[in-house]
Nanobody
Framework: QVRLVESGGGLVQPGGSLRLSCAASGLIFPIKLMSWYRQAPGKQRELVAALTTGGTTDYGDFVNGRFTISRDNAKNTLYLRMTSLKPEDTAVYLC??????????????WGQGTRVTVHS
């Protein structure tokens, strides 16, 4: 059973930094894509950052160089380093891994999320 557990969220002042972690366990099949999404109250879930197994990254337009996605393969952990945080970054941050079960068949796994609050 695949399990993704996020951590590292909390309350931070504007301009501050946080590093989110997503620890994965139970993965059997190759991973195609790892991503961070966020969902703020009353808003749609949006992509924050994505990382392919080949190392290609993609970020939401709002990131503007403030966040960095990375992975520790040995620990099977995905990270999101966030700097210059703004109040509008307040949201629940969720990680997702896309597992290739067989060619053409993929399974999305999601964590429960970690809450980030940016407030002075």
């Amino acid at each position: 059973q695949v399990r993704l557990v996020e951590s590292g969220g909390g309350l931070v002042q504007p301009g501050g930094s946080l590093r989110l972690s997503c620890a994965a366990s139970g993965l059997i099949f190759p991973i195609k894509l790892m991503s961070w999404y966020r969902q703020a109250p009353g808003k749609q879930r949006e992509l924050v950052a994505a990382l392919t197994t080949g190392g290609t990254t993609d970020y939401g337009d709002f990131v503007n160089g403030r966040f960095t996605i990375s992975r520790d393969n040995a620990k099977n952990t995905l990270y999101l380093r966030m700097t210059s945080l703004k109040p509008e970054d307040t949201a629940v941050y969720l990680c997702t891994f896309v597992e290739i079960v067989v060619p053409g068949t993929e399974v999305d796994h999601w964590g429960q999320g970690t809450r980030v609050t940016v407030h002075s």
